[in-house]
């Protein structure tokens, strides 16, 4: 029975190590996971809010000429997405029409993919605003997207206003909370 005493002891004390074990390990997952999502929704954002929109101009699907300074004085939004991605298409199932005209009729489709694939894109979802195909994804890095879709609310004194990877509700919001901002005269 000595014996015994000591072995369950060392048990207890052995189970109360693997507990404690546990909950560090726990913490530091957790810890590593907010870091994780930290640096993602940082790269997601590219530029801050505030900043100066960075300048493009490039050709649309339909052959117009698209420059960001057409767009000055006016509520933009671009939206990034690609044909591979089942998020995007999900947010561009709807009606589009409807999204440009929250956003005042100054939505840029930014797809980042090949011509064809973009056309075939177009189509499919029946776009009416401008589609851009960023094949060399140099509008992407001059706004660093890292991932879509990511919409980017640029204000009518051509600074970023807000960058997101919304849901279609939530993309609805962004340009409906964009379209107040952008009636008061904020910028």
Wanted: one cysteine or more.
């Amino acid at each position: 029975m000595d014996m015994s005493i000591p072995f369950y002891l060392s048990y207890a004390a052995l189970w109360i190590l693997v507990i404690l074990h546990s909950l560090i390990l726990l913490g530091v997952v957790r810890i590593v996971y907010q870091l994780q999502q930290t640096s993602v929704a940082a790269g997601s954002r590219g530029l801050s809010s505030g900043k100066e929109a960075p300048q493009f101009s490039a050709v649309a699907l339909s052959g117009e000429p698209i420059s960001s300074t057409d767009f000055v004085g006016r509520l933009t939004a671009l939206l990034f997405v690609s044909p591979s991605c089942p998020s995007c298409t999900a947010i561009l199932e709807d009606d589009m029409g409807y999204l440009n005209h929250k956003a005042q009729g100054n939505m840029i489709v930014i797809c980042r993919a090949g011509r064809e694939d973009c056309a075939r894109l177009a189509e499919q979802h029946r776009l009416s605003m401008p589609v851009v195909a960023d094949e060399d994804d140099q509008i992407s890095g001059l706004y660093r997207i890292s991932t879509v879709p990511t919409a980017v609310l640029i204000n009518s004194n051509n600074r970023i206003q807000s960058y997101g990877q919304p849901q279609r509700e939530e993309l609805e919001e962004m340009l409906e909370k964009a379209a107040e901002v952008g009636a008061q005269g904020v910028g």
